[in-house]
């Protein structure tokens, strides 16, 4: 079964800090990465996806991904009270009978103090 | 656009009934998930779909079953309701085999 590992939480950080969100995967075949961020009582919604290892920026997001390693990092810039949530990680699994499915982990929670 | 609707928001069943979760997309979108969410946890896939009727089990499909006779519905049906399906459950779809999921607003049920 593919597994999908967050750093255990929560995670608490001050306003303006940086947070810094882990995952690790099983699936050693996975090409395709994503950080969905998810409010108390809402549905999930994707704020970064990522394909190549290396680091990708969108704002004050910025994704790591190292394929070796088998892990993928999120961090927030200058985190804001508004930033917190549960942060879900997500791989796309690999293999032609998997259809792509998406194996998520089991959350973070990040709380942002002003 | 609608995107995905979920029906009902919440619901309370007792232990033996059954019923059945709606989900509806507007997007013309093949693929289709039902994940649940149980507290503090992340989401695990029950069942999914990859266009009408093709549907296959994921990684918790018992005491589950759906059906998709079109591209827009995709039900979930829960026969005999017992206190482990107690959870929150989210429909998704996507236009990519896994890429871009839009997800429902969810259905949370209760089963006592």
């Known amino acids: 079964q593919k597994e999908v590992e967050q750093n255990s939480g929560p995670l608490s950080v001050p306003e303006g800090a940086i947070a810094s969100l882990n995952c690790t995967y099983s699936?050693?075949?996975?090409?395709?990465f994503f950080w969905y961020r998810q409010y108390s009582g809402k549905s999930p919604e994707l704020i970064m996806s990522i394909y190549s290892n290396g680091d990708k920026e969108d704002g004050r997001f910025t994704a790591q991904l190292n394929k070796a390693s088998q892990y993928v990092s999120l961090l927030i810039r200058d985190s804001q009270p508004s930033d917190s949530a549960t942060y879900l990680c997500?791989?796309?699994?690999?293999?032609?009978?998997?259809?792509?499915?998406?194996?998520f982990g089991q959350g973070t929670i990040l709380t942002v103090h002003p | 656009n609608a995107g995905v609707t979920q029906t009902p928001k919440f619901r309370i069943l007792k232990i033996g009934q059954s019923m059945t979760l709606q989900c509806t997309q507007d997007m013309n979108h093949n693929y289709m998930y039902w994940y649940r969410q149980d507290p503090g946890m992340g989401l695990k896939l029950i069942y999914y779909?990859?266009?009408?009727?093709?549907?296959d089990k994921g990684e918790v499909p018992n005491g589950y079953n759906v059906s998709r006779s079109t591209t827009e519905d995709f039900p979930l049906r829960l026969e005999l309701a017992a206190p482990s399906q107690t959870s929150v459950y989210f429909c998704a779809s996507s236009f990519r085999q896994g890429m871009d999921y839009t997800f429902g607003s969810g259905t949370r049920l209760t089963v006592v």
């Open positions: 699936d050693r075949g996975s090409q395709s």
């Open positions: 779909s990859v266009g009408a009727g093709i549907t």
């Open positions: 997500a791989v796309r699994e690999s293999g032609g009978t998997s259809y792509g499915k998406l194996t």
